[in-house]
């Protein structure tokens, strides 16, 4: 049996544990183990601490990547994107500069930690394309998507640096990897153009509201005009938080006058294989009631 850590970062327990939950209902639905990474910290966030301090932020990073080594494991799992940046980019900047693997383990070692360099790190999105297969995936699904239209934000740090990644779509700036595995569950995924602009999530949400905000509104409305998807589908966690709850609030203050639901793409698999919605998507602040039905009215 395949087996993985699951690591789940700060966002998903503390905003989103539906997300968690999707993530562990598909996993083992697909024949994975799931490992939890007990002592986990934060990835930690590289918009701000390797800034301040490089080593330190690699030790965070390799603390976390050491705690699933230490369990024999070679593949850790995220739902976030920012967690895929900072723990792949650190263990990028250790592999190519020893000196800092060196600082990382003597500081590890104080604790009795020891980071090998051996652990890999995906996103579930890429670990699903990757390690179980589209056809795979599309054996198990239960509950088919029945051509339901799916607007796909694939998150920044999910495709760039992309040097820095164990796996990637094959050219970031025409990404396939999302919108397959929304085919492989029977929905259609159009292409659109402005697919791999920001949604404006991130440092700039917390230092300039209204401008990351108006990013989103562009970017949401111009998906709209030119697919009018009937839901939207996050390659990570950050990014439904703006697309989910943000969207919302704006909604609520008039800054945009549309609603689509949305969700990670591992509530939507989840969906589809068969898991509960109330646990899968039970947080949503856009209703996804309507998308809930059109999957539960294809079941096998």
């Known amino acids: 049996m395949k087996r993985v850590g699951l690591f789940l970062g700060c966002n998903i327990p503390l905003r989103r544990p539906d997300i ?22 934060c990835c930690p966030a590289f918009g701000t601490m390797p800034s301040v301090d490089l080593v330190g932020w690699c030790v965070g990073s390799a603390w976390n990547m050491a705690i699933a080594e230490g369990k024999g494991l070679e593949v850790m799992v995220t739902g976030c994107g920012s967690c895929y940046g900072s723990l792949n980019e650190a263990r990028y900047h250790m592999e190519k ?7 990382v383990n003597e500081i590890l070692g104080s604790v009795g930690m020891r980071y090998e360099g051996k652990v890999k790190v995906y996103n579930i999105y890429n670990y699903i394309y990757d390690f179980i297969g589209l056809e795979e995936l599309r054996k198990a699904v239960k509950y088919p998507l029945n051509g339901m239209v799916c607007g796909v934000q694939v998150g920044c740090h999910n495709l760039w640096p992309s040097k820095a990644y164990p796996a990637n779509d094959e ?6 990897r999302l919108r397959e595995i929304c085919e ?7 292409w659109y ?7 404006g999530m991130g440092a700039l949400g917390s230092l300039a509201r209204d401008k990351s905000w108006s990013l989103f509104k562009k970017k949401a409305s111009k ?3 030119e697919i009018n998807p009937e839901v939207f589908v996050t390659g990570c966690s950050s990014c439904l938080l703006r697309f989910d709850n943000d969207q919302a609030q704006m909604k ?26 109330e646990k899968a998507v039970g947080l949503a602040e856009v209703p996804v009631d309507k998308v809930v039905e059109k999957i539960r009215a294809g079941g096998k």
């Open 20 to 41: 968690e939950y999707s993530m562990r209902y598909l996993l083992k639905e697909l024949g994975v183990e799931v490992v939890d990474l007990e002592g986990a910290t």
């Open 97 to 103: 500069h020893p000196e800092i693997k060196e600082k």
């Open 171 to 176: 050219n970031t700036f025409q990404p396939r």
């Open 184 to 190: 492989a569950l029977g929905g259609v995924a159009p």
């Open 193 to 199: 153009s402005m697919m791999t602009d920001c949604c």
């Open 223 to 225: 998906m709209i005009e």
């Open 252 to 277: 609520k203050e008039g800054v945009i006058d549309f609603e689509v639901p949305a969700v990670h793409v591992a509530q939507l698999v989840a969906l589809a294989l068969g898991a509960e919605p």
